[in-house]
């Protein structure tokens, strides 16, 4: 057990799964892997369709430390080719317990293979800041924006 108070807890549900990593030692993101195999243990591959999203298992299950969530982010090597993870930043809350599924969205107008182990995604650890809500009554004075809608100062 880490004594760092930023130590994210990996749960294998398989022993196969890959930990997350870092590609080098400044890296801020750990990257994901994805864990395909089959039912009699061989290696496989997942097929993102072009204009379309997949859903990747990764074998893991990833829990902050209290005080944290972490972020699912795409990398930016695939980014490149178009394939982004769908709702980036995935949000995984510091209270989920199940598998880590990265939704992988292919925005080119190839077909993308995902091999077993491939690196799909990364983990960004980042502190909770809470937040309530309050209704009010009336709407504050205009500050020079916002009436005209977004997008209204140009390009």
């Given at each position: 057990?880490?004594?760092?108070?930023?130590?994210?807890?990996i749960?294998?549900?398989?022993?196969?799964?890959?930990?997350?990593?870092?590609a080098h030692d400044n890296a801020v993101g750990?990257?994901?892997?994805?864990?395909?195999?089959?039912?009699?243990?061989?290696a496989s591959v997942r097929t993102?369709?072009?204009?379309?999203?997949?859903i990747i298992p990764t074998g893991i299950v990833a829990i902050p430390p209290p005080g944290y969530y972490l972020q699912c982010?795409?990398?930016?090597?695939?980014?490149?080719?178009g394939i982004i993870v769908a709702n980036?930043?995935?949000i995984i809350d510091p209270d989920y317990t199940g598998e880590l599924l990265i939704h992988l969205f292919n925005g080119s107008f190839?077909?993308?293979?995902?091999?077993?182990?491939?690196r799909i995604a990364q983990l960004i650890l980042t502190p909770l800041i809470?937040?309530?809500?309050?209704?009010?009554?009336?709407?504050p004075s205009p500050r020079g924006r916002g009436r005209a809608g977004p997008g209204s100062t140009g390009l």
């Open positions: 057990m880490s004594t760092n108070p930023r130590t994210i807890s749960y294998k549900l398989d022993p196969r799964a890959q930990l997350p990593s870092r750990l990257d994901v892997h994805a864990f395909l195999l089959t039912e009699t243990g061989r993102v369709p072009k204009q379309w999203v997949t982010c795409s990398r930016s090597g695939l980014a490149q080719k980036a930043p995935g190839e077909t993308h293979y995902v091999a077993h182990q491939h809470g937040c309530d809500t309050s209704e009010i009554a009336t709407l």
